[in-house]
């Protein structure tokens, strides 16, 4: 069983090899201190932020800031092999002010045409202890409902995720991280699953553990559940790759993945591209449209094994 579902923020692309979540690098620190670690979910964004997001059918995005603080966003999607569309996206963002951590989100929320919700809310404490609560449904149905803690010491974030809670029918899924800085280069630390229903109840360990070079970071998460490999090498400035290995013991599927991101800053251009072992092969190049305020992305995935081709047109305006 894997971690529970988190509602994602969709943050854009880094041009940093390392989250934003971690605000020193592990070579930026003169002090003798540990970093912090960062958070659990974000062990593996290094490589998954590399690989290109399917896209298929025709979609458009427009972006309106409102404010320093707030700012929402309406995406339109045509589709050929899905019902098509609409989505209202608005985020509220703390200012300065409310928090060190400047740019976090604390209200998100993203309602589509078929009356969908989902609702993200994050709040700082204090300067070490954050709370987020996450909520969605599936039109009028209630499907998740989620409330996490999280503490970051100096060296390392401990958190306690509750998820589903239904008093009635006795069930719940509790999730406990924790990932503590061993040296300047290594993180050690693990997850615990566990889940209580009125047919079935147990719980999963998984250990994690990274290391992390000038230029590159290998993650290796392991348990019951299966294991998630991936390793992030950063050439130069424009050449990123990565590659990834999952295996689970529930589906008995194992699967590894290859990425790569190329930057060309004089044509303000980013081409995304990948190849896995279910023989898809993928791409979505990204061209700024300067001087105006839009961005062209084009993108193309070929199943060799299912002989499907899937092709996509969109643009982002704000």
């Known amino acids: 069983m894997g971690s529970v579902l988190a509602l994602s923020t969709r943050p854009g692309r880094q041009n940093s090899p390392f989250p934003q979540d971690r605000p020193l690098s592990r070579w930026d620190r003169r002090d003798g201190r540990l970093p912090n670690p960062g958070s659990f979910d974000g062990l593996h964004r290094n490589c998954k932020d590399i690989f290109p997001q399917q896209i298929e059918g025709v979609k458009l995005v427009i972006n309106k800031t409102l404010s320093s603080f707030f700012k929402v966003s309406h995406t339109f999607h045509l589709s050929a092999v899905a019902p098509s569309s609409y989505r209202f996206h608005a985020e509220h963002l703390q200012s300065d002010t409310d928090s060190k951590e400047t740019g976090s989100p604390m209200l998100i929320g993203e309602m589509n045409s078929s009356g969908s919700l989902n609702a993200h809310s994050l709040f700082h404490l204090s300067e070490k202890i954050r709370a987020k609560a996450v909520f969605q449904t599936q039109q009028a149905q209630f499907v998740t409902w989620q409330f996490e803690t999280e503490y970051r010491g100096s060296d390392f974030t401990a958190a306690v995720t509750m998820a589903n ?154």
């Open 165 to 318: 809670p239904d008093i009635l029918r006795e069930s719940v899924i509790m999730v406990a991280h924790f990932l503590q800085s061993v040296s300047p280069q290594l993180v050690l630390g693990g997850e615990l699953v566990y889940h209580r229903g009125r047919a079935e109840e147990g719980g999963i360990l998984t250990l994690a553990g990274q290391y992390s070079g000038p230029n590159w970071v290998a993650t290796l998460n392991a348990g019951k559940g299966g294991a998630h490999a991936s390793y992030y090498h950063r050439a130069n400035k424009q050449i990123q790759v990565g590659v990834e290995f999952e295996a689970s013991t529930r589906t008995q599927e194992t699967t590894f993945s290859f990425g790569y991101q190329m930057e060309l800053p004089e044509a303000k251009m980013v081409f995304k591209g990948m190849l896995d072992s279910r023989c898809i092969i993928g791409g979505v190049l990204e061209k700024r449209l300067y001087p105006l305020p839009a961005t062209l992305i084009m993108g193309a995935f070929v199943n060799h094994r299912a002989d499907k081709l899937q092709v996509g047109l969109g643009v982002n305006v704000g």
